[in-house]
């Protein structure tokens, strides 16, 4: 009777510690798959927004400046500050109040977060 308990206590360990392993993987999966969906999310918006003005990594328009070495050599918070008011600096060489000015409220919070992240990294 004394070793059927024992047995019993090791099983329940082991059901444990086998069901926090699978937890923990179910985490580290969900976390690559949020990376994902962000850039997923961020190619969406960049390609119904802007690819028709703006190219990157060889792909779109060619009315803006090419995005390319930006997204290589600036922070976020610049490319954030040009798609929320575009005329505030004008690249040399480029018109004013060509890039539409209300993506501030045409975009949500976390379309800009994803379209910045699909800039800066993908
Ligand atoms: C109708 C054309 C047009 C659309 C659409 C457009 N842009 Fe622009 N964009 C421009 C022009 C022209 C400039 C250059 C003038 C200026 O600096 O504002 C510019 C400037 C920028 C700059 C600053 C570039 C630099 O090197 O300083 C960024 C960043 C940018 N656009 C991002 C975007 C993003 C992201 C979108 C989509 C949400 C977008 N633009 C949509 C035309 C456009």
């Known amino acids: ?9 090791i099983i329940i360990c082991i059901a444990v510690i086998s069901c926090e ?20 999310m ?4 960049y390609q119904m927004h802007c690819v028709n003005c703006h190219s990157l990594r060889g792909e779109g328009g060619a009315i803006g ?14 490319i954030r500050e040009s ?6 600096l004008i690249k040399p060489g480029y018109k004013r109040d060509i ?8 975009l949500s919070e976390k379309e800009l977060d994803a ?4 800039i800066t990294n993908q």
Do not use: C, H
């Open 99 to 106: 890039m539409p000015t209300n993506y501030g409220k045409l």
């Open 21 to 40: 392993r699978q937890s923990s993987d179910n985490v580290k999966k969900n976390l690559d798959y949020s990376q994902s969906s962000l850039g997923l």
């Open 65 to 78: 400046p090419s995005l390319d070495d930006l997204a290589r050599n600036m922070d976020g918070t610049y």
């Open 1 to 9: 009777m004394k070793n059927l308990l024992w047995l019993k206590f």
């Open 115 to 118: 379209l910045i992240f699909y």
């Open 42 to 45: 961020g190619k969406k918006v």
């Open 83 to 88: 798609i929320l008011e575009p005329n505030r």
